[in-house]
């Protein structure tokens, strides 16, 4: 059991225990936990330290508060590498989905929603070098084990953009589809990595509670020729996605299975 400062409040210390429980598998991924008068019984506290201590383990994402029914284990986050290959890494293609679980994994169009001067808006105005008045938005979302795992949105200096690329639910590959649509070849500018917390829109499309961390990976896309062509704003569920950056080739005996094999963007 961990050891707990004398300043540690009652309900954290309560919460580690049954964090302890679950991570020995007494609770296991699905099952319900006790109730707050049995679990008040057992520990000797009073229901409102079982409350606190439950609410405290539903905000670390350890487990699910159904009103009404329980409170039950969440299953193990799916982790996913997001790797970045510095030397190879050149030319931009996009979010590919290499040999993916489920037939329902891939990148969906969302809606096309109107650039109206909101701070994304104005920051991809500012990266493209353009008004936003000059550009077309399209956001997406990216499934991996047939859960939301990202949520994008693509700034392009060019429209109206062909209804049958921008088509709610329309299964594609986001980058190189805008790329065609424009006849340009697109090469990586820059990319850079960050953490914020998720808004309504983006909790509820990944659905995770608000606040929660997402990982942000933006950057923009130019022509061969230098000019900025495509700014992508990427918000990914930080419980289920991490960012490594490879300085050297990977091994021959790199391990498999989903994060070796499925990663949602090798970019």
Not at 49 to 77: D, K, N, S
Not at 237 to 254: I, K, M, Q, T, Y
């Amino acid at each position: 059991m961990a050891t707990n400062p004398p300043s540690t409040p009652l309900y954290r210390r309560l919460a580690r225990q049954l964090q302890e429980r679950i991570d020995a598998g007494a609770y296991p991924a699905g099952a319900r936990l006790p109730s707050e008068p049995e679990l008040s019984a057992e520990f000797g506290v009073n229901r409102l330290t079982v409350r606190q201590a439950v609410a405290e383990l539903e905000r670390a994402a350890v487990v699910e508060i159904r009103r009404g029914v329980g409170t039950f284990v969440r299953p193990p986050a799916v982790r996913v590498s997001i790797a970045v290959d510095p030397r190879s890494q050149r030319f931009d293609l996009g979010s590919v989905h290499a040999a993916l679980p489920d037939t329902g994994d891939g990148e969906f169009v969302l809606g096309t929603p109107p650039v109206a001067g909101s701070v994304e808006d104005e920051e991809a105005a500012r990266q493209l070098g353009r008004a936003p008045a000059e550009l077309s938005r399209v956001d997406t979302v990216i499934r991996l084990g047939g859960q939301a795992r990202a949520v994008c949105s693509y700034w392009v200096p060019f429209g109206p953009l062909p209804d049958a690329l921008v088509r709610p639910g329309r299964p594609g590959n986001l980058v190189l589809d805008l790329a065609r649509a424009a006849g340009v070849e697109l090469e990586y500018d820059w990319r850079a990595f960050g953490a914020i917390g998720a808004d309504l829109a983006d909790a509820e499309l990944l659905g995770v509670p608000p606040g929660t961390p997402l990982l942000v990976r933006e950057g923009v896309s130019c022509t061969p020729d230098g000019a900025p062509a495509l700014y992508v704003r990427r918000r990914i569920d930080g419980s289920s996605a991490r960012f490594v950056l490879n300085f050297r080739e990977p091994r021959p005996e790199a391990p498999s299975g989903p994060a070796a094999d499925t990663p949602p963007d090798s970019r």
